[in-house]
């Protein structure tokens, strides 16, 4: 091994006087890689959307770290001991807001008071829609059920606060990333946030940013191909979570099953989207990987709407910066696969 070795050493030996009358550190030279992760900001992020246009605008600095993982929800997620450490250790932390991951606004002031936080529903240019209520989309009528029979009077009080709450925390509709108009405002931000806390990386954070943003004008117009054939055929979602989507591409969502995620509707209002599907002419009702799909079939169940899978928080989904633009795109071809030939 020594023989081996011995025409590598020499040559570094003649290497390294050189190296170092050039002002090279040698150990800065050898461990450069190292070194540059290990400077790169903590950097926080609440839910994939958000998590995966960060990772996207990070790439070659660092990897964001991930709160709602996996098929979690952030209309129902529990903090974790370990979230809790990464918060503490963030120097920026992103997140939708408390609109949306409601779960985090009290932690965020107990435990990122060192770090930079930015509300990502605060960003320069959203287009921001308000909550729908009215026509199809009741969004207080679940509490005035009285379902005794079936056990449902408790509940579906408990639903209406539950609504309340959702709707008191602002006036308009936070899942504002399915739009790619308002990923590209979004991702304005993050580059500002990211350039100002960590000004070092400051050229990869603008030109990731700037391919990015390339990027999302691009998906913007594949997805308005994808979803033109079937555009004007109207459909159920689980919950009123795609009016942004809708608004971008002029598709018709007719109304929801439920209107805050957090409560399972009850018998009566079932019963009434059941009869909407007739009566609109709904040609499918979408499920949510995360939420009960049993309740889909009841909807459905004698009529002649077909049933289909959307994903809206990226469930099913690996996290990182290809995320929103899988996530974009099976939206786009779940609708047209449920809804052509219907």
């Given at each position: ?8 050493l ?6 390294i ?5 050039m002002?090279?550190?040698?150990p800065?030279l050898?461990f ?5 992760a290990?400077?790169a900001?903590?950097?926080?992020t609440s ?5 995966s ?17 996996g098929?979690?929800?952030p209309h ?6 370990s979230?809790a450490r990464a918060?503490q250790d963030a120097?920026v932390?992103f ?6 991951e ?11 008071r060192?770090?930079?936080?930015a509300?990502l529903?605060e960003a ?9 209520e009215?026509?199809a989309?009741e969004a207080?009528?679940d509490?005035?059920?009285?379902d005794?029979?079936s056990?449902?009077?408790?509940h579906?009080?408990?639903a209406?606060h ?9 006036a308009?509709?936070t899942?504002?990333w399915?739009?790619?108009m308002n990923?590209?405002?979004m991702?304005a931000?993050i580059?500002?946030t990211?350039?100002?806390?960590d000004p070092?990386?400051?050229l990869?954070?603008q030109?990731?940013a ?17 979803v033109?054939?079937?555009?004007d ?11 942004y ?8 969502v007719?109304?929801?099953i ?14 009434e989207i059941?009869?909407k599907v007739?009566q609109?002419?709904a040609?499918?009702?979408?499920a ?8 889909i079939d009841?909807v459905?169940e004698?009529t002649?709407?077909?049933s289909?899978?959307l994903?809206p ?8 910066p290809?995320l929103?633009f899988?996530l974009?795109r099976?939206?786009?071809n779940?609708?047209?696969g449920c809804?052509s030939?219907a």
């Amino acid at each position: 091994m020594q023989r081996a070795l011995g025409p590598f050493l020499k040559v570094l030996a003649f290497k390294i006087p050189a190296l170092a009358i050039m002002g090279v550190a040698i150990p800065a030279l050898l461990f450069a890689g190292t070194m540059r992760a290990a400077d790169a900001p903590v950097v926080v992020t609440s839910i994939k959307p958000i998590h995966s246009l960060v990772s996207a605008i990070m790439q070659g600095v660092g990897e964001p770290e991930l709160i709602v993982d996996g098929a979690a929800s952030p209309h129902t997620y529990s903090l974790k001991p370990s979230n809790a450490r990464a918060l503490q250790d963030a120097k920026v932390i992103f997140w939708v807001g408390p609109g949306l991951e409601a779960f985090l606004e009290k932690p965020l002031q107990a435990l990122g008071r060192d770090a930079s936080i930015a509300a990502l529903d605060e960003a320069p240019g959203l287009v921001k829609l308000p909550f729908r209520e009215g026509g199809a989309f009741e969004a207080h009528d679940d509490g005035d059920e009285h379902d005794t029979a079936s056990g449902h009077e408790h509940h579906d009080a408990e639903a209406t606060h539950a609504a309340d709450d959702h709707h008191d925390h602002g006036a308009f509709d936070t899942h504002l990333w399915l739009d790619p108009m308002n990923a590209k405002a979004m991702a304005a931000m993050i580059t500002t946030t990211l350039v100002a806390a960590d000004p070092a990386n400051a050229l990869t954070y603008q030109g990731n940013a700037k391919a990015l943003d390339d990027k999302l004008d691009a998906l913007d117009t594949e997805i308005k191909g994808i979803v033109a054939p079937v555009k004007d055929k109207p459909f159920i979602v689980f919950h009123d979570a795609y009016q942004y989507f809708e608004h971008r591409y002029g598709i018709r969502v007719a109304g929801s099953i439920t209107v805050s995620p957090e409560t399972i509707p009850g018998a009566e209002r079932v019963s009434e989207i059941h009869s909407k599907v007739g009566q609109l002419g709904a040609t499918c009702v979408f499920a949510e990987p995360q939420f009960e799909p049993r309740l889909i079939d009841v909807v459905i169940e004698g009529t002649h709407a077909k049933s289909g899978v959307l994903d809206p928080e990226a469930a099913t989904l690996k996290a990182g910066p290809d995320l929103y633009f899988t996530l974009m795109r099976g939206i786009a071809n779940s609708m047209k696969g449920c809804l052509s030939g219907a």
